[in-house]
Nanobody, 114 residues
């Protein structure tokens, strides 16, 4: 059974940085597009960033220039480096492996204090 586990969330002041990690079990990681989503309190889950199997990346406009997604296929891990954090970045961050058939983690909470 495939498991996806996020880590690295926490409390940070506005302007600070955090790095989230997402590790997946199994042998399919390197063949899957990986993405980060986030859900602010009381709002829908929104897409943040993705990285394809060949390393191409794409970002939501709200995080472009501040967040960087990367992957390490040898470790079955995808990262989200978050800089210049703002209070509106607060939320639960979820990792998604795959597209049409997707596996989700349970999320990690990021709280940015102003």
């Amino acid at each position: 059974q495939v498991r996806v586990v996020e880590s690295g969330g926490g409390l940070v002041q506005a302007g600070g940085s955090l790095r989230l990690s997402c590790t997946a079990s199994g042998s399919i990681f390197s063949s899957k597009t990986m993405a980060w989503y986030r859900q602010a309190p009381g709002k829908q889950r929104d897409w943040v960033a993705l990285i394809t199997t060949d390393g191409s990346t794409n970002y939501a406009d709200s995080v472009k220039g501040r967040f960087t997604i990367s992957r390490d296929n040898a470790k079955n891990t995808v990262y989200l480096e978050m800089n210049s954090l703002k209070s509106e970045d607060t939320g639960v961050y979820y990792c998604k492996m795959g597209r049409s058939i997707a596996y989700w983690g349970k999320g990690t909470l990021v709280t940015v204090s102003s």
